[in-house]
């Protein structure tokens, strides 16, 4: 198990596939729901706590943490593991060292506008989400971009804020809305590959998933 403090409020884990089988996990087995359920996963959580406690300055005691994991070639898994205060994960740019590929975060989005992460694992879903967005609010979003790792899809969009509510209560029935978007932001950028550059809901919509 190897770790690497990013800083004051943020570690980067690394366990390796034989790691991750001597825990007997699985990286697809590992949400919320299974970790409040599975002893193996309690344990490897356990086991990463006790590691941060050992090996950096911060203090995991009764405290709140963002988790995120992304698998590996070697079946093993890389976690994210972020203190959260009581106002919120601080600035990302520090948490994460970001510098090119964290640019869209570092900058400020315009007061109006704001991006939303959508997250499946369906091209009929993409294909309806995008049906949807074009449908209803496609005056109102000003570009979108569509990201890939293994056989997750993630669709970034850039809209009027004054639409916010509307689109999370029609999107939130189908797939993912991450409460902490700028994070997904960030981990998005960093760790998927970009496969629509630039208006992904009008690709999307000429059915260009064939093409991926």
């Known amino acids: 198990m190897q770790i690497e403090q990013i800083n004051k409020n943020t570690v980067k884990i690394h366990i390796s596939g034989i790691e991750m089988r001597d825990f ?8 919320y729901r299974s970790a409040k359920n599975s002893p193996e996963i309690e344990n490897m959580l356990a086991v990463m706590m006790d590691v941060i406690d050992d090996s950096t300055d911060i203090n995991t005691m009764g405290e709140t943490f963002f988790i995120e994991g992304y698998e590996q070639k070697d079946n093993g ?4 593991i972020s203190v959260i205060s009581e106002n919120g ?5 520090e948490i994460y060292g970001l510098t090119d590929v964290g640019s869209e975060i ?7 506008f704001q991006k939303r992460t959508f997250i499946t694992k369906s091209k009929q879903v993409l294909r309806d989400i995008a049906n949807i967005l074009y449908s209803n609010y ?7 971009w569509l990201y890939k790792s293994a056989d997750e899809y993630r669709l970034i969009f850039e809209y009027a804020s004054e ?20 994070l997904t932001l960030a ?14 809901i009008g690709e999307i919509l000429l059915d260009m998933l064939e093409k991926i």
């Open 77 to 80: 898994c890389i976690f994210f």
């Open 24 to 31: 007997n996990v699985d990286y697809h087995t590992i949400n």
């Open 187 to 200: 981990m998005t950028y960093e760790y998927f590959t970009p496969i629509i550059e630039c208006n992904a």
């Open 89 to 93: 994960i601080e600035n990302l740019s």
């Open 106 to 112: 570092q900058n400020k989005e315009p007061a109006d």
């Open 163 to 182: 639409n916010e509510q509307e689109i999370y209560m029609q999107l939130i029935e189908f797939g993912e809305l991450p409460e902490d978007n700028a």
């Open 138 to 144: 496609g005056d109102s979003i000003s570009n979108s």
